[in-house]
């Protein structure tokens, strides 16, 4: 299984700033995710991070709160634009290593906003 | 209808007792099938793939599918406290992009 090193591992922000999460994993990979995990929920897709092109974000979850970069096989970003305290949440990095494979988690994002 | 459902829990079970559970889906065309253990603050890891129908079994834990049900179980033998956690069921949908969807989990607790 690859290795995947996400950071910050946690950060306490104030409302309206930015927070830029990176996902660095020791391979390459097909295919990145980004989640968010609630406090007391299970995980939530927020979108595909595509190498080269736009991410694809899932229904809830749009570009401008939420932009995504992956410039190569092996690298990540999710920001958290203009940050409210109902952003509070664990943001998952996960990778894949092709179609139907087991997904692979980094030690997540904790990030509270207050 | 949600995508992929679990009963919450808690499930409390005995030390050494078998632990049950249970997780249906709606996507008929999804091919494969995973099961995460979670524990509190740490990231899913996972525990076991499964493909094809029936059992397939690794150590203490079985993977049972059925997708004419559209069910998957996971089967915990000899349950220890260590395996208090949560356990996720996670499914790959048909269709584009491949993403994995998450059931709410189900809150696993072995007591002594």
């Known amino acids: 299984s690859a290795v995947i090193s996400q950071k910050p591992s946690r950060d306490i922000c104030q409302r309206g700033t930015s927070l830029t999460i990176q996902c660095q994993v020791d391979s390459q990979v097909t295919m990145m995710f980004w989640y968010r995990q609630q406090p007391g929920q299970s995980l939530t897709l927020i979108a595909t991070a595509n190498q080269g092109s736009e991410a694809t974000y899932e229904s809830g979850f749009v570009i401008d709160k939420f932009p995504i970069s992956r410039p190569n096989l092996t690298f990540s970003t999710l920001t958290v634009s203009n940050m409210s305290p109902e952003d509070s949440s664990i943001y998952l990095c996960?990778?894949?290593?092709?179609?139907?494979?087991?997904?692979?988690f980094g030690q997540g994002t904790r990030l509270t906003v207050v | 209808q949600k995508e992929v459902e679990q009963n919450s829990g808690p499930l409390s079970v005995p030390e050494g007792a078998i632990a049950s559970l249970n997780c249906t889906y709606s996507?008929?065309?999804?091919?494969?099938f995973f099961w995460y253990r979670q524990y509190s603050g740490k990231s899913p890891e996972l525990i076991m793939s499964i493909y094809s129908n029936g059992d397939k079994e690794d150590g203490r834990f079985t993977a049972q599918l059925n997708k004419a049900s559209q069910y998957v179980s996971l089967l915990i033998r000899d349950s220890q406290p260590s395996d208090s956690a949560t356990y996720l069921c996670?499914?790959?949908?048909?269709?584009?992009?491949?993403?994995?969807?998450f059931g709410a989990g189900t809150r696993l607790a072995v007591h002594p």
């Open positions: 996507d008929r065309g999804s091919q494969s």
């Open positions: 996960s990778v894949r290593g092709h179609q139907n494979a087991e997904a692979f």
């Open positions: 996670a499914v790959n949908f048909s269709g584009g992009y491949n993403k994995l969807i």
